[in-house]
């Protein structure tokens, strides 16, 4: 199963840290989680603070302890297809996240977005698009999705985030399908 996930963090520096983790499948299925930071993780900007609204008061009184949550997000999903709009930074906070746990820093692997976009049109246009047109199909609708979804203000928390990139996915694959039926097979 395709599975959106999205972190928060501390910062967007060398030491930031998980804060917040949040997933759904495409099958609707979802969980966050406020995680309350490792001993070691110390790092902090105030800026990231005023982005995504959650203190470090809050995730030490209200977030689940950090290596519960990683092994939760391992059992969830391990074996499933992860996609994060940011994989770069995303993967950085997992990797955070299982290492501190003693859990294997690359036990879950994240994918970009736009590479399950890519699969969706491939997928519903294989037969109606020339295989070496499939990726700028897939750009071009996934740029018409997200304006559709209308990403353009972030929502900043990790749940909300994931959430939405699950509609862009969905819209894709809506706008996917209406080319197929207008196009013959090549």
């Known amino acids: 199963m ?3 996930i999205d972190f928060e963090a501390s910062s967007l520096g060398d030491d930031s840290y998980p804060i917040e983790i949040g997933w759904v499948g495409e099958d609707g299925s979802c969980e966050a989680h406020l995680i309350r930071p490792a001993p070691q993780w110390i790092d902090w900007d105030p800026t990231a603070q005023a982005v995504h609204g959650l203190t470090r008061e ?3 009184a209200e977030g689940e302890p950090h290596d519960q949550v990683a092994r939760r997000t391992l059992d969830a999903l391990a074996g499933h297809d992860l996609f994060a709009s ?3 930074w995303d993967g950085k906070w997992m990797s955070v996240l299982l290492r501190a746990s003693g859990l294997p820093r690359h036990a879950l692997r994240l994918k970009d977005t736009d590479e399950a976009h890519r699969q969706a ?3 519903i246009l294989r037969d109606r698009v020339p295989d070496d047109q499939i ?3 897939a750009v071009r609708l996934g740029e ?6 209308a990403l353009a203000l972030p929502r900043h ?5 994931a959430a939405a990139e699950l509609e862009v996915w969905r819209e894709v694959r809506r706008l996917a399908e209406a080319v197929a039926r207008r196009r013959r097979p090549v």
């Open 2 to 4: 395709r599975v959106f």
């Open 58 to 60: 809050r995730l030490r």
């Open 86 to 88: 940011a994989p770069s």
């Open 121 to 123: 049109v491939a997928e």
């Open 135 to 137: 990726e700028a199909v």
């Open 144 to 149: 018409q999705a997200r304006r559709q979804i």
């Open 157 to 161: 928390r990790a749940l909300a985030d």
